[in-house]
């Protein structure tokens, strides 16, 4: 009896430990049964249940057959980056963008600046979406900065329109013709105009003093229609000088002429008479 109970115990003594502690939960030297290749591996240190090995091992069959990238290490070399990059979507060279550019007005796919912009974000290693959504972002930017301009331009405009109407009165239209005539017998009307000149006060009144020199100052009509505001200042300041305008009757021809003169200057220049008939 006693030979049978020495032989029982040596059997307990050399048994594995147990892989349990309370529950399924492992004990703390679980890894010691297991064999030598394995029970050294870091990544079993994270199981302290069977719930947590048999979890791991579900998501690892869920993974197979998907494709998974790498994280690569800092010092990883280039070609470990280049699979990357291209398992994200980054072409193999910069015409593989394919651009989209006929959504963007004024963008044209054959240009210099999308072959340029291609390299630079084939450079960057972006991928075809990213790339597309830079090009469609910088476009808005640059039409959002170009409406703002032409903005300001059309109100600067209006203000230089205004002040040369100012200037030139009742003449505006005539003189404003003159000069336009000038600027395209000289060849450079288009290029005022692209320089935003236009409407440039000083410009015009250069023009249009060009082309009186030049004699294509011959229009017809009535002379008040080409009368600028200071022209009818000067008549009107001529008129006062004139005696007959203040002492003359209403039935010297004369002074009902001076009259006439002097509401139709002031007319031109928005003033009001002194005198009326």
């Not at 029970?39 to 240190?45: F, M, Q, Y």
């Not at 080409?226 to 021809?253: E, F, S």
Request: aromatic share 8%; proline share 4%.
């Amino acid at each position: 009896m006693n030979g049978e109970n020495e032989g029982q115990d040596e059997e307990q003594t050399n048994a594995p430990p147990s892989v349990f502690g309370e529950g399924v939960t492992f004990a703390e030297n679980w890894r010691e049964s297991l064999e030598d290749d394995v029970k050294g591996s870091p990544t079993l240190g994270k199981f302290k249940s069977l719930n947590d090995m048999a979890r791991s091992y579900i998501n690892a069959e869920k993974m197979i057959g998907h494709d998974t990238i790498p994280i690569p290490k800092e010092d990883s070399p280039k070609e470990v980056f280049d699979r990357i990059y291209t398992s994200l979507g980054k072409p193999e060279s910069a015409e593989g963008y394919e651009l989209n550019t006929l959504e963007i007005s004024g963008f044209d796919a054959k240009s210099d600046d999308v072959k340029t912009f291609s390299e630079f974000a084939h450079g960057l290693n972006l991928n075809k979406e990213q790339a597309q959504a830079l090009v469609k972002f910088d476009h808005e930017r640059y039409q959002s900065a170009l409406n703002s301009v032409t903005a300001e331009q059309q109100q600067k405009n209006e203000e230089q329109a205004h002040q040369l109407k100012a200037e030139w009165g009742m003449a505006f239209d005539h003189h404003l013709d003159t000069s336009l005539k000038a600027q395209e017998t000289l060849g450079v009307r288009k290029l005022i105009e692209e320089l935003g000149l236009g409407n440039h006060p000083e410009v015009q009144k250069t023009f249009f003093n060009v082309a009186k020199q030049l004699g294509e100052d011959k229009m017809v009509g009535d002379p008040s229609r080409r009368m600028t505001v200071q022209d009818a200042r000067d008549k009107i300041a001529g008129i006062k000088q004139n005696n007959k305008y203040w002492t003359g009757d209403k039935h010297d021809p004369e002074h009902l002429r001076l009259v006439r003169e002097m509401e139709k200057y002031m007319a031109i220049a928005n003033v009001e008479p002194v005198l009326t008939l």
